[in-house]
């Protein structure tokens, strides 16, 4: 298949994939209150992509998310190209993604993160994930979460759920804290070869990812919850926020590529404590 089909199949559906995700979190929020919606450049000067970021604060349900859509391209700066794969022999890249951060107003609902890309430079490859990050963790949850993540790997190929969970538990680990960031998920990168196969398994983890929020959410969406739980829920913030700006790859992609800023901090939480 063309790279250029490759490209524009993989980029309309995460667009059309952040369309369905906020429609999804406006039915929630029962339309009580709207995303703000943000278009940005990569470089104002020439044409080299850009995106839009669409962000919901202080709603009912959601404390704050942010689902952002993204499609760059351009050249690498010379000190990251060692760290991609194919970009030493050129470095010019294409990108696209979609990332999906959710703060939760009840602390009994947990954080949530969904992202899945497609990268090409002289080779392409898909990566992204989903994981979990609850301030109080319910044992119920935590199994039927990870149920439905390996009946979904399961459908692809029965290696990927084990590799892909281990590969979640060792990325979204703070090493200063020694701690995990949260009951884990799955995690793949470098995701290259068969494209149909590997598209076919990108979209089935978006799709499955708005299953597992709404699923979540409604579950819990009406539980009583305490100060206690609160204060939990802002500390496990600031453990979410540590992680993010220390280690998070897409983070550190997304500065060095030229990203917008505000759409890369946007997973950060609105309010957190630290002790």
Known sequence: MDIEIKKDLAGNWFKTLQNSI??????????????????????????????????????????????????VYGKFPKQFQENIPGAKKDPRFWASGISVVMHMKNPLIPAMHFNTRYICTTLDWFGGGIDV?????DQNEKKNFHKLLKNMCDRHNKDYYPKYKKWCDEYFY??????????????????????????????????????????????????KWTTKDKDAQYIKRGRYAEFNLLYDRGT????????????????????????
């Open 174 to 223: 703070l090493p200063h804290r020694k701690e995990s960031r949260g009951i884990g998920g799955i995690f793949f990168d470098y995701k290259k070869g068969n494209f149909e196969k590997n598209f076919k398994f990108v979209r089935d983890v978006g799709t499955t990812f708005q299953l597992i929020f709404q699923k979540i959410i409604q579950k819990k969406i009406k539980k």
């Open 133 to 137: 990050t609850p301030s109080k963790i």
């Open 22 to 71: 906020c429609h999804s979190i406006d039915n929630i929020e029962s339309n009580n209150i709207k995303f703000e919606t943000t278009s940005w450049k990569r470089n104002q000067d020439k044409d080299e992509g850009g995106g839009e970021f669409r962000i919901l604060k202080n709603g009912k349900v959601f404390d704050k998310v942010g689902v952002n859509f993204s499609k």
């Open 252 to 275: 550190k992609f997304g500065l060095q590529t030229g990203g917008n800023v505000e759409g890369i901090l946007m997973s950060l939480p609105p309010l957190a404590k630290w002790k």
